[in-house]
């Protein structure tokens, strides 16, 4: 799977976590899917109800009314991204555990090291397997 993003989207999405340091922050990300490539088109970001710095709850209520407006522009949810702000860009147990589909990939962005790592991933059963992030210019 390839999941393709414009340099601007990704470094939005990076300042957006860096923003919620020491907090892990989260959001979704929608767009387009052909087969094996998925396009982003749109970043919804979500408030961590937990200020946490390793977990997340996002409001239920918050979730529907984004998953609505995604229906309403003929766009799909593609990936669920989470900063790491001490933590290598791999999911955790509990990140497989969580993670809502198979079909929707996990970003993670790592703000350990001064320079973030991002890194994309797809989840089937317990496993993880990293996909491709090609950045493209507008
Ligand atoms: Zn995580």
């Given amino acids: 799977m390839k999941l393709y993003i414009t ?6 999405i990076v300042k957006y976590t860096k ?8 959001g979704i ?11 982003v088109k749109r970043i919804w970001t979500f408030e961590n109800e937990l200020s946490s710095a390793f977990k997340f709850y996002v409001n239920k209520e918050k979730v529907k009314s984004v998953m609505s407006s995604i229906d309403q522009l003929n766009e799909h949810l593609i990936v669920v991204f989470h900063s790491h702000p001490t933590a290598h860009a791999i999911p955790s147990f509990q990140d497989i555990y969580y993670h809502i589909d198979s079909k929707i990939l996990m970003m993670i962005i ?3 090291e001064e320079i973030p790592d991002v890194k994309c991933y797809h ?16």
């Fill in 110 to 112: 790592s703000l350990k």
């Fill in 7 to 12: 340099k601007k989207m990704l470094d939005e």
């Fill in 123 to 138: 989840i089937t059963g317990n496993k993880y397997v990293k996909c491709e992030l090609i950045t493209v210019e507008l």
């Fill in 29 to 39: 990300l929608s767009g387009d899917i052909a087969e094996e490539n998925y396009r």
């Fill in 19 to 26: 923003q919620k340091i020491p907090y892990e922050a989260c």
